[in-house]
């Protein structure tokens, strides 16, 4: 695990940020780290694809209303530690991504921006508005309740990633998918060294902690008809 440091941010417009990260170690989508701030239980942070600064360190882009914004904004440096979980190959490697948030979508744009920038289709369904320039262009967004529009979104996906609630029903759904189907928990993970166990939650093989497996599980993980945590 390293630790790293955020030094400086740019507002690059719809409320996005980008901030330079010195020392990022190398992850993959679907990984992420804990921002440590002191006061507070550590910020997930789900980077996606970052861009050289061309002096060793990296642009990280923050949407609109991540918890981390204000927190840059004092420019004071910060620590981060990770990174933690595993990827999502089969979500990198698909061709047509659906994606359903009914909350801040934050941990899985990254997602949608790396499957747009490889060729791939994407469609984004959210529970809420959320600033259009702040969403890929070339993505289709639709906005309403995440039951009724994954119930009306024909069956064209290979890959499927699910952050929304109600979570029993849209885990039923992606368990039916025929595609790989993914869910995102809404967890903090508060230590994330594996000592806390406040992340676990119930699969078919046990307890499991998300700080280590990740917070982006196969649906086919959980067991069916089961509180989620
Ligand atoms: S966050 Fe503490 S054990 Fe996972």
């Not at 990770?82 to 698909?94: D, I, R, T």
């Not at 009306?152 to 979570?167: R, S």
Request: one cysteine or more.
């Amino acid at each position: 695990m390293h630790n790293t440091i955020w030094t400086e941010q740019q507002s690059i417009g719809g409320g996005r940020i980008r901030a330079r990260w010195q020392n990022i170690p190398p992850h993959t989508l679907g990984q992420f780290f804990l921002l440590d701030v002191g006061w507070t239980a550590p910020i997930p942070i789900f980077p996606g694809e970052t861009t050289a600064t061309g002096d060793g360190g990296a642009w990280v882009e923050l949407p609109p209303a991540h918890p981390a914004q204000p927190l840059l904004a004092v420019a004071a440096p910060l620590i981060a530690r990770g990174p933690f979980g595993k990827g999502v190959p089969a979500l990198v490697e698909c061709q047509h991504l659906l994606i359903a948030s009914s909350t801040l979508p934050e941990r899985v744009l990254p997602f949608a921006w790396a499957a747009l920038a490889r060729g791939a289709s994407v469609s984004i369904l959210l529970g809420r508005p959320y600033p259009l320039a702040a969403l890929p262009i070339a993505a289709e967004v639709y906005v309403g309740h995440i039951p009724n529009l994954l119930a009306q979104t024909p069956n064209w996906a290979d890959g499927l990633l699910i952050q929304t609630e109600p979570w029993q029903q849209c885990l039923a759904f992606a368990q039916k998918s025929l595609c790989p189907s993914y869910i995102c928990l809404p967890f903090s993970p508060p230590c994330g060294n594996g000592i806390c166990a406040s992340c676990a939650v119930q699969t078919q093989a046990g307890w499991q902690l998300t700080c280590q497996a990740g917070l982006i599980l196969s649906a086919n993980t959980f067991p069916n008809s089961q509180t989620l945590f």
